[in-house]
């Protein structure tokens, strides 16, 4: 193919688009940390879910989309197949969301439903790329308050969501898409690990039905 024909490619990737796969390969670089905390997070949630309990997600906008994203590979399956796995996504609740946007202020959207669904000892995952998001704070209160493990995935620290979790995997990266792409990535390994847990597929660390069962009574 001739240079004018390169040229006239529009498909071809521009310096822009070089430049976020460079940022992207660099915030990889310096994302080990949240891996082992998201892989920790799946054991952990193997043990409460496994118990009868449940997990809540919530996020705003593309972070909405990944909330759901988790809740549905719970519900449905990661890769192989297992039972189902309570978990709801606060942010597809249309009816509740705009019920309570209607009555209460703004910052209640996910507050008020943590308070509906959430028992202690469940968990609820809150995702704000910023860190910094009302709705997503209050929830985070309201699920301390309430004795949930409130586990946040947000960007770069200082964020008040951080700071107000149980624990928090704050993705080092200047850019919001960039945030969001590791978030991904971390969803996923959450997910594996917690199969990997319960003995799905091929499994280091496997929680036998003696385990499952005695983690059902505790929760009942």
Known sequence: MSTNAHANDKSLPTPCDHEHLRELSEAIGRFGPCIDIVDDWGVRLAGVLGGGGRLLAAGNG???AQAQHLTAELVGRYRDDRPPFSGICLTAETSSLTAIANDYP?????????????????????????????????????GRDL??????????????????????????????????????????????????????????????????????????
């Open 106 to 142: 703004a910052s209640e959207l996910f507050a008020r439903q943590v308070e509906a669904h959430g028992r202690p000892g469940d968990v609820v995952v809150l995702m704000s790329t910023s860190g910094r998001s009302e709705n997503m704070i209050a929830a985070a209160r309201r």
């Open 147 to 220: 004795g949930l493990d409130v586990w946040s995935m947000t960007g770069p620290r200082p964020n008040p969501l951080a700071d107000l979790a149980t624990e928090s995997c704050a993705v080092d990266a200047p850019y919001t898409a960039t945030v969001q792409e590791l978030h991904l990535v971390a969803l996923h390994v959450l997910c594996a690990a917690f199969d990997r847990t319960l003995g799905v597929g091929v499994s280091r660390t496997r929680m036998t039905s003696v385990d499952l069962t005695s983690a059902r009574g505790r929760g009942a």
């Open 62 to 64: 593309g972070s909405a």
